[in-house]
């Protein structure tokens, strides 16, 4: 049995688990980043994303199949591909609308059909690549644990703001109505007296 030189299985689940919130990995913020930080964010998640694919076209696919590895796993990296290229243009998308709370939703939504198929990429790549190759790969993915735990807070503090801005609007909504109703506020205007001519 080979021994491996750098471990970094507990990596997916620290980078990929659902129940790690961004609250538990990154400091609370002070309320929703600018514009241009958020940008600087989203570039740096891309980057780091982006980084991966290399990694994984780099597999030797001719050895997983001498090795006898189920088509499964080949169906999945190939999914995983497309998957990381659709997260990446989904990214693209928000950095052009950073404060649109559906977007990033729909980054978030992403990288959980992402974990999923990531996790079961890695083990075929712990299982037929040799040590030096499944370490790289691993260590691409771990270098994108800071830039997701941002990206998490980041949405945080959007749906919050959000949230903000709805209470301040119900608020104002419910002040209208309250001086709508105060007495006399639906009384007509008294009529001036006719002037004579």
């Not at 997983?64 to 499964?72: C, H, L, M, N, Y």
């Not at 989904?90 to 992403?110: H, M, N, S, W």
């Not at 959000?162 to 709508?180: G, K, N, S, V």
Request: glycine content about 2%; hydrophobic content about 40%.
């Amino acid at each position: 049995m080979r021994r491996r030189s750098f471990i970094l299985a507990p990596a997916p689940s620290l980078l990929l688990s659902p129940s790690l919130s961004a609250a538990q990995a990154v400091p609370e913020g002070q309320g929703l980043a600018p514009e241009w930080e958020a940008r600087r964010q989203l570039d740096d998640l891309k980057a780091k994303l982006n980084a991966i694919l290399p990694e994984l076209d780099r597999l030797n696919l001719n050895q997983w199949r001498a090795s006898g590895a189920a088509e499964a796993y080949f169906s999945q990296l190939d999914s995983l591909k497309r998957q990381l290229h659709s997260v990446l243009a989904a990214i693209g998308d928000l950095r052009q609308t950073p404060e649109k709370l559906a977007v990033a939703l729909e980054v978030f939504l992403r990288f959980d059909s992402l974990d999923q198929t990531q996790r079961m990429v890695l083990e075929a790549v712990r299982r037929y690549e040799p040590s030096a190759s499944a370490d790289q790969v691993e260590a691409k993915i771990f270098e994108s644990t800071p830039a997701r735990d941002h990206f998490r807070r980041y949405m945080i503090d959007l749906a919050a703001e959000r949230d903000r801005q709805l209470e301040i609007l119900a608020r104002e909504a419910q002040r209208c109505r309250t001086e709508a109703n105060l007495p006399g506020s639906n009384r007509p205007p008294a009529s001036r007296p006719a002037t004579k001519k």
